[in-house]
């Protein structure tokens, strides 16, 4: 079965830099799009960014300048590097992606994983 894999999320102090990773793993035809979702308490959930298969990234206003997202095709694998953190930033932060698996016939589906929680405060 298709899991994703996240890790990286931790308590920081404001200013400070975490990285998130998220490895995707089993029967992956390819990737179409990798990416983090996050929700505060009380808020509506945000997509932070996202990278496609041909490596085009987006990014919420909120965090552009700030984060990069990036990936290794050979290991499925995203990463999303968090600089100069603020307290807005804090969140529950969930990878997903997108990705084509070979059945009968190829099939575009969208995955979650379990979900970090990133704290910047002091």
């Known amino acids: 079965q298709v899991q994703l894999v996240e890790s990286g999320g931790g308590l920081v102090q404001p200013g400070g830099s975490l990285t998130l990773s998220c490895t995707a793993s089993g029967g992956i035809f390819s990737i179409q799009v990798m990416g983090w979702y996050r929700q505060a308490p009380g808020k509506q959930l945000e997509l932070v960014a996202n990278?496609?298969?041909?490596?085009?990234?987006n990014y919420t206003d909120a965090v552009r300048g700030r984060f990069t997202i990036s990936k290794d095709n050979a290991s499925n694998t995203a990463y999303l590097r968090m600089t100069t953190l603020e307290p807005e930033d804090t969140a529950v932060y969930y990878c997903?992606?997108?990705?084509?698996?070979?059945?009968?016939?190829?099939?575009?589906?969208?995955?979650w994983g379990r979900g970090t929680q990133v704290t910047a405060s002091s």
């Open positions: 990278i496609n298969d041909g490596d085009i990234t």
């Open positions: 997903y992606a997108e990705l084509l698996l070979l059945r009968s016939s190829i099939e575009r589906r969208t995955y």
